[in-house]
């Protein structure tokens, strides 16, 4: 069982800033049990619940809106958890608030100490480009290959690609589904020339230009930094410039 879900609105950039956002904010956070009183599993639940709203409305820089959700999980009922009069929430290093996660409990001032995990669920609802229809690993993507819809940003590691722009003719960088939204895993920039292609390698220095050939070691982008056989057979590395030729400095 878990507890209901939150919704909060926070407006986030296209690029969403809220993996990792917690820790500083929020260190001071705590809920504090006086005299006698045990802490409950639901007590501790529910200190959860809030710290995480907070943590998530904390970070809420201007841009494109999201529709977050947090949902907290349950406590383990068997755990036997000593006493305490303050309990901290926090984030485990190497873990953020998105998709599925974790918070630590920990006793910061009791008898005996204690720490404990519990399970999170953040979503980020807003709009992205979702495939019509499926896309074979190579082709090219067109404006027509895609519609707007909202979806879950958090539900994948990668990001989403939230701008037409920074889609359209790229290739698709495995075979891809209709109902997926574009992330930036699925996508390459288009291959000028395959491996063991001839290409033309300019070598640039001291005022001059040097255009020779030679043959590619790994298929090419725009961008890429790649290894070039010469036909003296010597090895050269250089970048991929927009017309496939390798640019050598």
């Not at 409950?40 to 809030?50: G, M, P």
């Not at 918070?103 to 979503?123: A, D, E, F, M, S």
């Amino acid at each position: 069982m878990t507890s209901s879900p939150r919704i909060l609105a926070a407006p986030v950039p296209a690029a969403p800033r809220l993996r990792g956002l917690a820790g500083a904010v929020l260190a001071g956070v705590g809920l504090w049990f006086g005299g006698a009183q045990a802490q409950t599993n639901a007590d501790l639940e529910a200190l959860s619940q809030r710290w995480a709203d907070a943590a998530l409305q904390g970070d809420a820089p201007a841009g494109m809106p999201l529709r977050l959700q947090v949902q907290v999980g349950k406590l383990d009922a068997r755990l036997q958890l000593a006493a305490c009069a303050k309990v901290e929430p926090y984030l485990p290093p190497g873990t953020r608030l998105w998709g599925r996660t974790r918070i630590g409990l920990r006793c910061v001032q009791g008898g005996k100490p204690w720490n404990v995990y519990l399970p999170v669920t953040v979503q980020a609802f807003g709009p992205a480009w979702v495939l019509n229809n499926n896309v074979r690993m190579g082709d090219a993507l067109s404006a027509g290959d895609a519609s707007v819809a909202e979806v879950d940003w958090a539900e994948n590691d990668s990001p989403v690609v939230a701008s037409q722009p920074d889609w359209v003719g790229q290739e698709a960088a495995r075979h891809l589904q209709a109902g997926q939204a574009l992330r930036q895993n699925m996508l390459r920039a288009p291959q000028l020339f395959a491996l063991g292609a001839q290409v033309k390698v300019a070598v640039t220095g001291g005022g001059f230009t040097i255009i020779s050939s030679g043959r590619a070691m790994a298929a090419g982008a725009e961008g890429a930094n790649i290894r070039v056989r010469m036909d003296n057979g010597r090895l050269v590395s250089g970048v991929v410039n927009a017309q496939g030729v390798v640019e050598v400095k």
